[in-house]
């Protein structure tokens, strides 16, 4: 889902996808599996770091920030395309 909505939305949104809780060389092969097309920029948070300061207590989550990094929505669980392009809507809208 996540590749085909990036694609969608290239060069109007960053997608950002943050790992951890594996490790590194595994998340990496992961990322390739689930975003053939590199559209979407994967970061290792090794110490959970990022994760305990946004609050993110399980995974998946997904946040939404505008470019100055102010969140705009969040939510736990997996969600349908359209929920995500609904959400990728508002960020545009509220951006």
């Given at each position: 889902m996540l590749?085909?909505?990036?694609?969608d939305y290239e060069g109007q949104v960053t997608f950002l996808a943050l790992g951890g809780n594996s490790r590194?060389?595994?998340?990496?092969?992961?990322?390739?599996?689930?975003?053939?097309?590199?559209?979407?920029?994967?970061?290792?948070?090794?110490?959970?770091?990022?994760?305990?300061a946004l609050g993110v207590?399980?995974?998946?989550t997904t946040l939404t920030f505008l470019a100055d990094g102010q969140v705009i929505s969040g939510w736990s669980g997996e969600r349908g395309e359209a929920f995500m392009r609904e959400?990728?809507?508002?960020?545009?809208?509220?951006?």
């Open positions: 590749e085909t909505v990036s694609a590194l060389d595994l998340l990496g092969v992961r990322a390739n599996e689930w975003i053939p097309s590199g559209r979407v920029v994967w970061g290792y948070d090794e110490k959970a770091t990022v994760w305990q207590s399980g995974t998946p959400q990728v809507e508002v960020l545009l809208a509220d951006g």
